[in-house]
């Protein structure tokens, strides 16, 4: 089942020099499924990420998520659309200082006046399967950045969204912590069956998906599909990366997974 | 580009940062500007409103210069704060400490000569407008402007050199700090939220034995109490808003119900966290605002006075002249006309009075009629006089002068005409005011009055005596338009070395209105200084939230990424505020509202409904400025986070 349909959606940049981040760009995204989005620097990843979370809107073109179309919404069914349909992963966390990691986790629902029963039932069930238990009275200035993007995960799951964006969540982790979490997101995905849409740069992350498309210059270049084993997979996706000659892509061809 | 072009640019360049510090100093020069036309004034000199006032006004002068100084430095450092990053730059890039500081000065010093010159050029153009306004308050005939060099001086010497002080200072008050800081920013976060309950219940404690403090003080305890009292409020904010905040907040946050709300959680979260950061302004901020009520408020109070007048003037009107006064019956007759046509209901009394040599004193005295006088007691509705022959009866000239002639009993002679007398009572009510009679006025019975026949010694150099025409008039006040002619003749003559002329006029409503307009001119400067105080409390909050704008902005970035409503924005961002703005406002309400209440047993006699109206008038005013400004930053505040 199609939960997220793209199609012919360009996006132009008015301005003194007029700018074609996205140009004709059309996919669909199934139920469960886990995309990653590549491409080169400037390629649109992060347009096209704003424009499915209908925080920017594509000048042509049209978007349908879960059988809605965002640009026929308000502003105020958009925001209520956003609280309900989408669950945020940043890649330094954004999560609100002020606020205790627990406090941040059941934020969207407080935002959307849910009980407290609900709020502490979900809590409880995260936090254990996310293994946030032992930090959940901390402020985020106090725990560590695998502890914070996995505290992030928790608040993009919490109101039990249709899809999750994610926008390099690894970005900011160590190689520890960054396998951590893509291990979680593939288990989140896999067991309650969560439609995941991440945007990065690292092959490896990438690895960890059903399937990798990639887009340059803001038009399709190519999409594979997840094999038997992660090695293999990670190898195509660098070959693909080669052939989109982002011109430093040469040297990681000599990556090798641990 | 040289570096003064640099500085230059850097201030033109970002208007809109620089706009408000701006827009608040050219707003503290313009007010201590024309205050200090006012207090120059050569016809202020000249003492149309007495010595007090001018002393008054330099005072609060003096506290206005204080105060500015404070908010210059305040505000320096708030954006020397919030350019952290900016600073890191530069500093990255190679630039001395020293370099830093001369640019600081360079760009305050311009800031700061253009909002010296721009406040003084609008206060000169408005002095001629407040000039009018003073002058309508006072009556004056008129009040011109006037040139002179005090002003500008006083106004720029001030400015100049606070600016200058200041920049140099605030530059070497921060302490140093690590380029890879300045590059993260000025941040809150970091401070971790802890209170002590003793202090947070102390807080409490103090301000509370503070206010039954206020509300017990007597005229005996006032020292003592008085200054324990301040000492403790003082005290007592302060540690209001560093742990009592954050104690009541606690509590609010451990209940989930409560706290688990709608975006009541994060609205508590962040008061939390502001309140922590920034209890040391939120104490100054208070302690000024409640300084500016007091300050309103005393004048109102002072305004109020009136209450007093009435119960120290009995008379609407009163026309004294000499027994061959020619003017007398066209006087009157034009007096009684003009309180007629104004439809004013009048009773008017007339005395013969003698004077007389007493044997006791050898001094003069003024003997009046027990009938004339029983006329006027009549129309007070006081009771009447009944003397027999050969006993008289003291005429108190103050409210002091009942108890003390009570207990005066004395026999004498009129030596005029050999009438012995026995005084040994004082009328217990004040019948004249003071300035009409003499202190030795007595009343005789009538028949004593009629043996009266041989004028007093010292005459005809000295008047023998006088006719007194007195108009009680219940509307007192609104007799003011009534014998302007006759009062402005003796008025004018009262300046001359000698009063030459046969009577005197006294009007108590016009006297009134001079009394009730020279109060008003002190509401009036208060309410200037009062204002800008209030104006800084607000502009104090506006710069503490310029610097943590980015990390806000940042904040409901992500808010609406996770679907933040507009409605819920606006709300959000008022339940940021408001308590910024409000809370330190509700404490110096309620800290000003028991100094009130201590002011008020301390004055009982002012003790008055008008006072209260004055009072809420006043508060009512300046609350509506903070609203105001509350909604323009919240203006501000929103159109930046939004985009």
């Known amino acids: 089942m199609t939960i997220l349909r793209i199609k012919d959606v360009t996006k132009v940049y008015e301005g003194k020099v007029t700018h074609r981040a996205i140009n004709q760009l059309s996919f669909e995204v199934m139920r469960g499924e886990f995309l990653a989005i590549m491409g080169p620097s400037g390629s649109g990843k992060t347009t096209l990420l704003n424009l499915i979370s209908t925080i920017d809107k594509p000048t042509s073109g049209e978007i349908i998520v879960n059988e809605i179309m965002p640009s026929k919404l308000n502003k105020h069914e958009l925001a209520l659309f956003r609280r309900r349909e989408l669950g945020f992963v940043f890649q330094d966390f954004n999560l609100l200082p002020m606020l205790t990691v627990e ?47 996995r505290t992030a995960i928790a608040r993009a799951l919490i109101h039990e969204p249709t899809v999750i964006l994610a926008d390099e969540p690894t970005g900011n982790l160590d190689s520890n912590n960054s396998r951590e979490v893509l291990e979680l997101l593939s288990s989140i995905n896999r067991e309650k069956c969560a439609t995941i849409i991440m945007v990065t740069h690292d092959p490896i992350a990438a690895s960890y998906c059903n399937r990798v498309l990639f887009i340059k210059d803001g038009e399709f270049f190519n999409e594979i599909y997840k094999d038997d084993r992660r090695q293999t997979f990670f190898q195509r996706i660098l070959n693909v990366l080669s052939l989109l000659g982002g011109g430093n892509v040469g040297d990681l061809s000599s990556i090798r997974l641990p | 580009m040289t570096f003064h072009q640099f500085a230059y640019h850097n201030v033109v360049r970002n208007a809109r940062i620089y706009g408000a510090f701006f827009l608040a100093s050219l707003f503290s020069v313009f007010v201590f500007f024309i205050y200090s036309m006012l207090m120059f004034h050569p016809d202020i000199e000249n003492g149309f409103l007495g010595n007090v006032s001018i002393l008054g006004m330099i005072v609060a002068e003096i506290i206005l210069v204080l105060f500015s100084w404070f908010f210059i430095f305040y505000s320096m450092k708030a954006f020397l704060e919030a350019r952290s990053k900016e600073f890191a730059i530069l500093l990255h890039l190679g630039m001395e400490k020293k370099q830093l500081s001369k640019l600081i000065f360079l760009e305050t010093f311009l800031i700061g000569t253009v909002s010296i010159v721009v406040g003084i050029l609008f206060g000169f153009a408005f002095s001629r407008f407040f000039f009018m306004i003073v002058r309508e308050i006072l009556m004056l005939d008129e009040l011109p402007l006037y040139i002179s060099w005090e002003p500008f001086v006083l106004t720029i010497t001030v400015y100049l050199s606070a600016f200058i002080l200041i920049s140099i200072l605030s530059v070497y008050a921060t302490p140093e700090k690590n380029l890879i800081d300045l590059f993260k920013g000025y941040s809150d976060f970091n401070t971790h939220h802890i209170y002590s309950l003793p202090k947070a219940l102390l807080g409490f404690v103090f301000i509370g034995t503070g206010y039954i403090l206020a509300l017990l003080t007597s005229r005996m305890t006032l020292y003592s109490f008085g200054i324990i009292t301040i000492i403790l409020i003082t005290i007592g904010t302060y540690l209001f808003f560093t742990d009592t905040t954050q104690f009541i907040l606690e509590k609010i946050r451990s209940k989930k119900h409560v706290y688990w709300k709608k975006y009541r959680m994060l609205s508590i979260a962040e008061q939390s966290m502001i309140m922590k950061s920034n209890s040391k302004m939120f104490f100054v901020v208070t302690m000024v605002t409640a300084l500016a009520f007091l300050c309103v408020g005393l004048l109102a109070a002072l305004s109020s006075y009136t209450s007093q007048y009435d119960k120290m003037n009995p008379l609407g009107l009163i026309y004294k002249g000499h027994t061959d006064n020619p003017y007398e019956y066209s006087h009157i007759t034009s007096i009684m006309r003009e309180l007629e046509n104004k439809g004013l209901s009048y009773h008017m009394a007339s005395f013969e009075v003698k004077k007389q040599t007493s044997s006791y004193t050898q001094y003069e005295v003024e003997v009046f009629s027990e009938s004339d006088i029983n006329s006027l007691l009549f129309s007070y509705g006081y009771p009447f006089v009944r003397l027999s022959p050969g006993e008289a009866m003291f005429i108190p000239y103050s409210e002091e002068s009942i108890k003390q002639l009570s207990n005066l009993s004395v026999k004498t002679v009129l030596m005029e005409n050999g009438v012995e007398i026995k005084i040994d009572k004082v009328y217990p009510k004040l019948i004249f005011p003071s300035s009409i009679i003499s202190l030795n006025s007595i009343i005789v019975s009538d028949e004593d009055f009629i043996r009266l026949t041989n004028p007093y010694q010292a005459s005809p150099d000295v008047e023998p005596g006088y006719h007194l025409f007195t108009f009680d008039i219940p509307q007192w006040i609104e007799t003011k338009d009534v014998g302007v002619a006759i009062y402005n003749r003796v008025s004018h003559e009262y300046l001359k070395d000698h009063y030459s002329l046969p009577y005197y006029f006294e009007n108590t409503g016009l006297k009134y209105s001079f009394i009730l307009s020279t109060y008003s001119l002190f509401t009036l400067v208060g309410l200037l200084v009062a204002a800008v105080f209030l104006l800084a409390a607000g502009s104090f909050i506006y710069f503490k939230l310029h610097t943590s704008l980015e990390l806000e902005k940042k904040k409901f970035d992500v808010l609406k990424r996770m679907g933040l409503t507009d409605n819920e924005l606006k709300r959000l961002v008022n339940a940021y505020l408001v308590p910024q703005f409000f809370i330190p406002l509700g404490v110096a309400l309620l800290h000003s509202f028991f100094a009130f209440l201590a002011l008020q047993n301390l004055l009982r006699h002012f003790a008055n409904i008008s006072i209260v109206k004055e009072l809420v008038f006043a508060f009512v005013f300046l609350m509506i400025i903070e609203v105001i400004y509350f909604y323009l930053i919240r203006w501000r505040f929103i159109t930046h986070v939004r985009d």
């Open chain 1, 103 to 149: 406090e941040n986790i059941v934020l969207p629902l407080t935002l959307d006046g849910k009980p407290v029963s609900l709020m502490e039932e979900r809590l409880a069930e995260l936090a254990e399967k996310l293994d946030l238990t032992s930090f959940l009275q901390k402020k985020p200035n106090e725990i560590s950045g695998g502890q914070a993007q």
